[in-house]
């Protein structure tokens, strides 16, 4: 019995120091003849830590307008109405690092605010480095690994947002798994990107966001309004209050809530030299075979499936220059946005916030 009540005790204790050490911060050591339990009572912290205050808001602007569009003006406008820092030309992340890296202050920072009017097939209209691709994943990933992009300081911590504005970017996971590592610093900040669509200055509203719908066509071969409004009704079903085939006559939201179309194109281009080739150079009677001898090129046709953009959807031409073969393919997209309304009571926007996991993707 003795000997039963022996053993008992020692695997009692040997239990209670197993759990302890399992417990501890690695970087932690116990000392020698130091009993468990006093050394427990001296690694607790018992001194009020300060709540660490983060900088104000910031705002990068990383592009400017062209022609008729505003986009970049409105955002501008929305933010300085916020008291927000604004930050002028900053086309790369490259920069945008080293301007944080050269105003980084004993305050961490709390919101930055990058924006970019962006088309979701095409990645970001921002640069990698300066002068350099524009940014997709692939890139972007190509730039780190090279180490071509600066490393951000310990000016941010687990709290700091650094919050994309740019339309659908929340979808491309690639990519803003990418921009976590983009952003790698000693304590990690969140980022943030929504997949639907930014809008700044509406009619009704300085901020909102929509939820974008697609249909394509080769551009210059529109099959007419008809047509593309079954096309996208059998694509959404889902959607019941879109009126499809009147609101592609309807470029502009006029009442809270409506759904409008918007258009856009995406140009492709390939240049295949032929110079050192024992191939001859092909020609084409017509846009199947072009599209048949892109299929069987693995880089070209990896470049149109990463679009997810039907090849067919696609107007394609060629051109021999000496003996580069150049091949030119264009799409025009139109994307039908919805506003996102609350669900009940009067018509009223859902408010752009960016804690809301519903609205932005979080990485």
Not at 160 to 187: P, R, W, Y
Request: charged share 25%; glycine share 4%; net charge negative.
């Amino acid at each position: 019995m003795k000997t039963l009540f022996k053993i008992s005790i020692f695997v009692l204790a040997l239990f209670l120091s197993t759990s302890l050490l399992i417990n501890c911060d690695q970087s932690s050591t116990i000392k020698k003849n130091t009993p468990t339990i006093a050394s427990t009572e001296n690694t607790l912290d018992y001194t009020i830590k300060e709540e660490v205050l983060s900088r104000n808001p910031l705002v990068f602007i990383t592009g400017f307008d062209k022609g008729t569009e505003t986009y970049y003006n409105n955002a501008r406008a929305y933010f300085e109405e916020q008291q927000f820092e604004i930050v002028e030309d900053q086309y790369s992340l490259e920069e945008i690092i080293n301007w944080l890296n050269s105003n980084e202050s004993e305050k961490p920072y709390g919101e930055i605010h990058i924006v970019n009017n962006s088309n979701p097939f095409k990645g970001l209209s921002l640069e990698t480095v300066i002068k350099g691709e524009k940014i997709t994943a692939e890139t972007l990933r190509k730039n780190i690994t090279k180490g071509t992009l600066p490393i951000l300081r310990e000016s941010v911590n687990a709290n700091s947002k650094i919050i994309f504005h740019a339309n659908g970017l929340g979808e491309n996971k690639e990519l803003m798994n990418t921009f976590k590592d983009a952003f790698c610093s000693d304590e990690m900040p969140n980022v943030i990107a929504s997949p639907y669509y930014s809008i700044f200055n509406g009619d009704f509203t300085q901020h909102y966001l929509a939820k974008p719908h697609y249909v394509f066509y080769p551009t210059a071969y529109s099959p007419g309004k008809v047509d593309l409004s079954k096309e996208i009704a059998a694509k959404y079903p889902e959607e019941k209050d879109i009126d499809w085939l009147n609101v592609l006559y309807n470029d502009e939201e006029r009442f809270v809530g409506e759904a409008y179309t918007k258009q856009f194109t995406i140009p492709l281009k390939f240049e295949l030299d032929y110079h050192n080739s024992d191939n001859e150079i092909p020609t084409f009677e017509n846009q199947d075979e072009l599209m048949d001898f892109i299929e069987l090129q693995e880089v070209l046709y990896a470049d149109v499936k990463q679009l997810n953009i039907p090849i067919e959807k696609f107007r394609w031409s060629y051109q021999l220059k000496n003996s580069t073969l150049i091949i030119k393919g264009k799409t025009t997209g139109l994307v039908v946005l919805k506003p996102l309304i609350k669900p009940y009571g009067e018509l009223e926007y859902i408010t752009p916030d960016t804690n809301n996991k519903r609205l932005y993707a979080m990485k």
